[in-house]
């Protein structure tokens, strides 16, 4: 008697306990594949209805088959994701400069996802003009801008950003100053290679003395200048010939050399560190990650020609050079392949472990990611 009793108390809570993981599996199963073209990474909260949420989005500026631009502000928006929390918003080459993202639909995607912790948005024509009006972000641990107009960096920006900030990315952007203000208040690390600031030696000096902290400043270290039309690192010349390996570019071969010694500057750097951190799942990788992966049509971890020319041609990784041979693609990856020590260097590809150690700055190659992140 007293065991039926037991079973009779005890018959609800079990009822409640199935109940509730047919629930879950219900929500967990959700067709969510409306989200598949834009959405990097879809999860399926509990208690959302449809359960279909996004963490990573990966969204274009043109559409490559068309040439057609990309309404990408209208797209991000109608997802409803509000646990969107890391953003890639397509390279946009030169020739489309008319697609690229500029403040007003960059400011209004930072105000309808707060959540975010990782932005990039490289190689576009974000300003950040009204720096007192940005969009607070309170969580923000990444943002890359390189290759933007900013001109200025100003206190104003620590106050609507987190404190929580690992890394911001303003290679080959536009800044000519930033302000006492900011440079007093910030505790990380700014990359600014090619920017007409790292060339003022004397403005630097004083920002050095402003940031002299564990963990804080400004990298300068390749910064490149043009003298005579030669590319000159730390006031030596990079030889550009070596680089020349494939006679049907078009005439801004130095801008590739610029960037080639970079790429291979992080891989160096890359190479002295020691330590599990050189392997970590980075937020940069989770934000890269899932828009490499999807330009990684058979997973194999390799770019071929096709899929290369989309990183490189597209994302504008090379400015000024159109990818219109596998000739061409393995004259830029063989050096770059070389540097970084593709493990299973495969010619006239390039390896994503490489490209990632290139976009994470030389911290990590992202072997700790979860299959999820590479799939």
Partial sequence: AARVWLLARGAPFVLIAVGFVAFTLRQYSTDCSHMAATCGRVVHPLWKFPSCDCHVVVQPTYNASTGACVDFQAEVLALNAPRLEWLLLGMTPPSRSDCAVTDGPFYELLRAYPLLRGIAAPHNKIELADQAGLPPTPHLVI???TNNPVTLLSGHLLERWSRFIVS??????SIAEV??????????????????LCRNTERMAELARLTDRPGTGFECRAVFTFDEGKPVNEGKAVNVSQYACEESWSASLESAAQTLETARGRCVQFFTKTGPDRHACSDECKVYLPFISTMDTDKDRNLNFEEGKQIISGANLFPGLEITSEAQLTCLVTPLSEACESRNPVRGMLDVRSLMIVLTTGRTDCRDCPPAYWA
């Fill in 143 to 145: 943002m890359d801008l």
């Fill in 168 to 173: 911001l990315n303003f290679e080959y952007s």
């Fill in 179 to 196: 302000t006492d203000d900011f440079a007093a208040g910030m505790n990380f690390e700014i990359w600014m290679h090619g920017t007409p």
